[in-house]
């Protein structure tokens, strides 16, 4: 096959396009990490971190990717047979869970439907049944990743607050962090899950742990095994900017880049209202094909993904091919118990009115292409919308 | 004001994009000049640039913008006072012009409109009229980056050799070359002057000229003043794979891979039937919107850009900024006597659908947001050709 020209449009929910300032940031020297330079770089970067995550509170940096900080914040602060809850949102809260059971925790999976967050009612019955306390943590997947769908995170601390329960309420905010809003201190977050290749714009390989002073209590006394990804000496070296073990240097050169952008050049609050309005006219696009979201919720409705199911008897994934190979763009699969029946398209990250356009009229022409039925005007849909709300 | 995220659209007609692959080749150290590596590097790019300009002759690489490639033609092959046939095809035919008036060159500039590209019959006529041969260059813009109208250099050619005029035949593809089909050997063309920044997908920095035989000999008895622009030394030392004076190292780089993704990996007819494929999609939108395209005459339309008119009364610039300001895309303006009553739409260069449908989608909204009168479904009429022409 000829080469296919131009720009790629990476249009999963994640990795998303990486910015060539941030690539440029990355290619420089490896430094010294030991060395007074880096430790400038560290401390300018926690302090923006804390900023993203909205939190005072200590903030933990990886060299590893989002999986590994899943697996963090249990080894922190929890011990084997412990009792967790967690909900089945979608795919990622479904792996989340595995990791739970293999690391010997007893997980109370609330099984779910794919197509609505995390009720916070549920949360609160739950709670308020387990009178011992046998419940150590709450775990909420913020935006499922897999299904476009988001829990309303402060309406569940409310309703654990409502149920008076101790348990910890650990959050992941992987595919939300820099593209939804998302408040750690104000919703009463013990710990928040994120990861570097979503909202923050960077390839993956960094993932973080916000720490709440409750969490960092529990630490002290949880057993599970944990050494790389120990809390404790991770805050003790980083409060004079360094680091217990080797740290990924580049990506952090790339990380002070994107929090650059993101807080000082953009705007946290611009941020969040672009995520919106693309989420917003990718819906309107959807309608007009006439196709069904897979969120059933408006409530819930994701800013960073949208999630689209195809007519029964089509195969979402035949479609992706079609695009990838006519149309040089690349779309989410449907992972497991909805695969071949979902397609996704991310609208998060560092991307623009123009590239949705793109990307929705690569869709409208994919569905012709596939022979999938539907109504066109999905992207005047979207460029109405867009041109009527600058 | 805030940054503006995601790429920037940058869709004048060069300097084009340049692909990341392109960026990356240059992102090496500088080598030395007269090494045996770099007589490698010279002789590959040399053969290949022969294949983009469809010739067996020489072809020479100045470490120079085109504007000099253009002053080159001249000096090696006319004498002051010597006449030469130029067209006002436009604007870049206009400075072309100047150019010659600067060298103290006799020329006859035969007035257009700037809608239309040269009239073989016209040259025809003047060649034949001009019984004592004093006439001693015809000289054509191909592709008039300023109006997006190409002149049909073949029919020229048979123009002037009915008319049995020795005149040297000139002929500027700089913003033609690579991206629209010419042919310097079966043409008959003396000079070809071509750039680095259009269809090559190169930064600005390099320019060549492709040398027939006769060219060649008349360079022997030119008497214009030529040093830096002198074909013969740089021939020779061409032959070797080195320059008589330094040449652009890095920006030879970057060629060589750009030649490597025209030549072998996407090939030069499948980037032809691109450019045109993308060209025609832009008409159907421009004529769906009821905008009026500056070139006339349909044999004349350009494939590597559309120079739009704006309706009487409303400002082309105006248009341009709000696209600028507010859909973080770059168009361009109309230059010198067309400033203000047209945009250009540049569609070469590394260039897909789904960039197209973007910037198609930019404009579209930014005549309704410049409040001028179009009508909506420019980017329909685009998409359906480009879904049902794959």
Redesign the interface.
Known sequence: M??????H?LQIPGPT?VP?RVLRAM?MPTMDHRGPEFALLTLEILKGLKQVFKTSADVVIYPASGTGAWEAAMVNTLSAGDKVLMFETGHFATLWQVIANDLGLDVEFVEGDWRRGVDPAEVEARLSADENHAIKAVMVVHNETSTGVTSRIGEIRKAIDKSGHPALFMVDVISSLGSIDYRHDEWGVDVTVGGSQKGLMLPPGLSFNAISTKALEASKTATLPASFWNWQPMIAANKTGYFPYTPATNLLYALRESLK?LLE???LG??FA?HRRHGEATRLAVRAWGLEILCLDPEEYSAALTAIMVPEGHDADHLRKVILE????SLGTGLAKVQGRVFRIGHLG??????L???L??V??GL??AKIPFN??G??AA?DY??EN?
């Open positions: 000829p080469r296919q020209a131009g720009r449009f396009n060539e290619d952008m050049e953009e705007g611009n941020v672009r006519r149309y040089n763009m560092d991307f623009n009115d123009l590239m356009a793109g990307t009229s690569g409208e022409m012709a292409a066109k005007g992207i005047n460029l867009l041109t600058p």
